[in-house]
């Protein structure tokens, strides 16, 4: 043990064991996440629901979520309408815009976009409020009081996401179709009536219902991440802060993967 | 029923770390039925860990804690549940539910775990609040918007709504004026006399610890180095336990600075 090698080592951590030590801590925090994800599950699926606790956070899941899921979907919707204007018109194809804006937003756009969003704003705000519970000692009163955090806590936020999300992805579809709609009206001289007839004669059932789908996922993934990133929160309000901040991170990466994933799934099956 | 005279609650060997920060080292305590006790210990000497640890809030790196006989150290499922359904705890924060008002607070055993009746259970959290001095007035108030001494008075009517056979109170009279602060201290000598609870109560206040207390016991570095009647706190013959109650800066127990 020379002076040297010890401090030579602090500057620059070995690699190997840096990779080492990185994959074990990432495998035992998933690990730990999808243990949390199945007594929430348990908790969830298990009837004595707490429909004054599922019916609050309905609202503020849902409900306070309109605005920020609405202005997103139309900003979207009218950029996806001009890039595929600008794009088509490269090879004479200006007519597809309509659809290819309505496919677009039920089948990725409406969902991932919704999702990404709530990601920040749920999944985020539930951290943060699970974990000012934490530190003040809250989740440790429910227990004393012989509540089980997950039936009591974690269990309506999950329902409530899993329910309103779809609501919200239908929304947001409808918006953002919307949005390319006007964007190709006012801007790019396209005839509404015809626009709109391409857009309902196009599009059919399970374009829709694929988008319902990966959203009552996402609803999961982010109320899952947002109680169990706040639930290990550390003391203080860094604590609180960082397990919002984590919370977000993880949801949005964990929407995006399980979008690619359902969308995969989707295709090989042919809906 | 056949043991009836054994303690209520028996901590054995406990030891509780947090990486290489040992908290409690070796903790021996019995707690008998329907007996005040209190804990005297230095400001992080484990005080509260040790509530916790008792409560099932923390699992201890070693030993075992036994609940009116039963082991109940590592037990998650029913055991554990009907251990918690006779204790009530006062925390030291406070801990109240921020999103419900000072009597849901107040009567959550009874809305929840007991399913009682809203009308009948407003009326028992108000004949509670009535106990540690508050007024109907603040049943419908949140925490928030309660003081600091209130906060902690709505916590104390919480542990103590159901009649719990063991209370443990984390620095009840912390933050009170004299006169409430001695309300406080009556109503903890009525859960034990008429009510024939067991309660074990951590104070810094002397003059609390001398009403209260049956008997005192004495945390230090992590083990339970004095214990006896409370009369003999003053000349308790231990250099640590005098150095405390006389609150001196220099003694044996060192100010961690
Ligand atoms: N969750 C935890 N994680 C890590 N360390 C902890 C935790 N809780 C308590 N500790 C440590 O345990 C020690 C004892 O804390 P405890 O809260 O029991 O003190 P206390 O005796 O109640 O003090 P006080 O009189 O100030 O309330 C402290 O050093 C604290 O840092
Ligand atoms: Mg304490």
């Not at chain 2, 008998?32 to 484990?46: A, D, F, K, T, W």
Request: glycine share 10%; proline share 3%; aromatic share 8%.
């Amino acid at each position: 043990m020379s002076h040297a090698s010890t401090s030579k080592r602090r500057g620059f951590p070995n690699p190997i064991a840096w990779i080492g030590r990185s994959t074990i801590g990432l495998l035992s925090e998933v690990g730990k996440l999808t243990n949390f994800a199945v007594r929430i599950m348990a908790a969830a699926f298990s009837p004595s629901w707490n429909f004054a606790q599922i019916w609050k956070q309905v609202i503020a899941i849902g409900f306070y979520s309109l605005p920020v899921v609405g202005l997103s979907a139309v900003f979207i919707g009218a950029a996806l309408a001009l890039n595929v204007y600008t794009g088509g018109n490269r090879f004479g194809a200006e007519q597809f815009v309509p659809n290819i804006v309505a496919l677009g937003i039920t089948r990725e756009l409406g969902a991932t976009i919704t999702g990404l969003m709530l990601a920040g704003r749920v999944s985020a705000g539930i951290a943060a409020e699970i974990g000012a519970m934490k530190v003040t000692e809250q989740i440790d009163a429910l227990k004393t009081l012989s509540a089980n955090p997950f039936r009591y806590l974690y269990a309506p936020r999950f329902l409530a996401a899993c329910l309103t999300l779809p609501i919200l992805v239908f929304v947001s579809d409808i918006i953002g179709i919307m949005g390319g709609w006007l964007v190709s009206v006012f801007g790019l001289d396209f005839d509404s009536t015809t626009y709109l007839r391409n857009t309902v004669d196009f599009l059919t059932m399970e374009d829709i219902v694929v988008g319902l789908i990966k959203a009552v996922v996402f609803g999961a993934v982010i109320a899952t991440m947002g109680c169990y990133q706040g639930s290990k929160s550390k003391a203080g309000a860094t604590g609180v802060g960082r397990a919002a901040t984590l919370s977000m991170v993880g949801a949005a990466v964990l929407v995006l993967a399980a979008n690619y994933m359902m969308s995969t799934l989707f295709v090989n099956i042919g809906i | 029923m056949t043991e009836t005279t054994s303690p209520i609650l028996q901590l054995k060997n406990v030891e509780k770390h947090f990486g290489s920060n040992r908290v409690l080292r070796d903790v021996n305590l019995d707690v008998e039925r329907g007996s005040s006790l209190v804990i005297l210990g230095g400001s992080g000497s484990g005080k509260s860990v040790m509530l916790k640890c008792a409560l099932g809030l923390m699992t201890p790196t070693a030993g075992q804690i036994l609940f009116d006989g039963v082991d109940v150290t590592h037990d998650q499922g029913k055991t554990r549940e009907a251990m918690r359904a006779r204790i009530g705890m006062l925390f030291q924060s406070g801990a109240l539910f921020d999103s419900l008002t000072v009597w849901q607070n107040v009567a959550f055993r009874l809305l929840n775990a007991q399913k009682m009746n809203r009308s009948r259970a407003k009326e028992r959290a108000i004949e509670t609040l009535k106990k540690v001095r508050l007024g109907a007035s603040v049943a419908d108030l949140y925490p928030a918007e309660l003081s600091g001494g209130m906060q902690k008075r709505v916590a104390l009517a919480r542990a103590i709504i159901t009649e719990p056979d063991l209370i443990f109170f984390d620095e009840p009279t912390t933050g009170l004026d004299p006169i409430t602060a001695d309300a406080i201290n009556d109503l903890i000598l009525e859960q034990v006399n008429a009510l024939g609870a067991a309660t074990v109560t951590i104070t810094h206040d002397m003059a609390s610890a001398r009403k209260v207390a049956n008997e005192i016991a004495m945390l230090f570095e992590g083990e339970i180095i004095w214990r006896g009647p409370a009369s003999q706190i003053y000349d308790s013959g231990n250099d640590y336990v005098d150095q405390f109650v006389h609150g001196r800066a220099d003694g044996p127990i060192q100010p961690a600075i």
